[in-house]
């Protein structure tokens, strides 16, 4: 049966992208290849409390386990850095749970959403998206939004758009009965533990934690268990989840006839920590708003269409390019000249500071918290010190400064 709009996808990016169509009057469809959606249950699960503002979704208690005020540094030789906030910062929500909630709420303005029905094709007639296809139905409709993850498969088999680049092994398991911070999460830095990325401990309540990392390289379980023996010793925990963690930025471009991509598999995510759901939900209800347009027009042309990415990047393109320029960055720097960098900003009494431009800065938008350190006379003394000046100069001529 004929729609006005396909989302491909049942995850956050997908259900608000259906929820503003939906609230804009437009009948959509959205399918989801799992049986439940939210499962399988693979993220870290850290939501700012700016974030669910900007998603225009309100805090509940139905998804949200607990409340982080500030998190841990911790270097490879485990000098740490702690930094924390006068205020919550972040919910730790069950993911399982709040795409459920999410999906209700678009339920109620009127999306519909069939799940255990996988798209295994976009269908194309005169060289523009006609519809999607499964295994034994196809749909025709006027646009199709593509939120079908990291994966890609659907794309990939356009050949029209640039893979996506910077792919990392995540995996997450939960422990429980451990002495932790209860309102503090914790990051671990270092080569061995987590190549090209970072480990994590994330309260879930009084003495449970999800703990997880991402690695460019070697085995990421392995690596995860002798982690969590360092951090706990002999502790229980729950079967490793793994997923793909994105570094590399948004792709080349995210439109095509009749076709918008978001989320994920548009690389809409925050290279810095890899968090996809409060960017790459904005750009999925940029996504719903300019497909509600096109709609309403009757035009499905790249040409009309392209006006979402013009949308999403005036908005976002900036902070996207200076977090993937600071995670590149960090990433070059080997454990040796971490450790000296994390014991300088120590030992020089930084840590009051670097805590006041976190707690007055974005956790999503982060543009401007990486900008005012590479303008602070401190921080840019011990980054020189750490870092050597020439390395220091070209970063700050990155960012214009």
Not at 322 to 336: C, G
Not at 371 to 393: I, N, Y
Request: glycine share 12%; with cysteine.
């Amino acid at each position: 049966m004929r729609t006005e709009a396909v989302v491909v996808g049942a995850g956050p990016a997908g259900l608000l992208a259906a929820r503003e169509l939906a609230r804009r009057g437009v009948e959509v469809r959205v399918f989801e290849e799992h049986a439940v959606i939210g499962e399988p249950n693979h993220c870290a699960g850290i939501l700012s409390v700016e974030g669910l503002k900007r998603l225009q979704v309100e805090p509940s208690q139905d998804f949200i386990q607990h409340e982080i005020k500030g998190g841990t540094v911790y270097s490879p030789d485990g000098t740490t850095i702690q930094i924390t906030s006068s205020r919550t910062r972040a919910y730790i929500v069950d993911r399982a749970v709040f795409d459920r909630y999410l999906a209700d709420i678009a339920r109620r303005e009127g999306a519909s959403i069939e799940i255990g029905r996988r798209i295994e094709e976009l269908t194309v007639q005169d060289g523009r998206i006609s519809g999607v296809a499964g295994k034994d139905f196809t749909v025709p409709t006027d646009i199709v939004i593509d939120c079908e993850g990291a994966g890609g498969f659907l794309v990939r088999r356009l050949k029209i758009f640039r893979p996506l680049e910077e792919i990392l092994v995540g995996v997450n398991v939960e422990v429980s009965g451990v002495d932790l911070e209860p309102h503090m999460v914790e990051v671990w830095l270092g080569e061995e533990l987590a190549s090209g990325f970072f480990g994590w401990v994330v309260p879930t309540g009084e003495r449970t934690a999800r703990c997880g990392l991402a690695c460019s390289s070697g085995d990421a379980r392995e690596r995860l268990r002798t982690f969590l023996r360092r951090r706990f010793g002999e502790v229980e925990f729950t079967e490793p989840l793994m997923w793909p963690v994105l570094t590399g930025g948004p792709v080349g471009r995210t439109f095509s006839d009749g076709l918008l991509l978001a989320g994920d598999v548009a690389g809409q995510t925050k290279p810095t920590t890899g968090g996809g759901v409060i960017l790459g939900g904005l750009c999925a209800i940029d996504a719903g708003r300019i497909a509600a347009e096109a709609v309403e027009e009757g035009d499905f042309s790249s040409s009309f269409l392209s006006r979402y990415e013009k949308s999403w990047r005036d908005a976002l393109g900036n902070e996207f390019s200076a977090m993937l320029t600071a995670r590149r960055f960090v990433n070059k720097i080997k454990d040796r000249r971490m450790d000296r960098l994390i014991n300088a900003l120590k030992h020089a009494g930084l840590e009051d500071t670097l805590e006041r431009m976190v707690d007055q800065g974005d956790m999503d938008m982060q543009r401007e918290v990486i900008r005012s350190a590479l303008k602070h006379p401190g921080l840019l003394k011990v980054l020189a010190g750490s870092l050597g000046r020439l390395v220091l100069g070209e970063l700050r001529a990155i960012f214009n400064l």
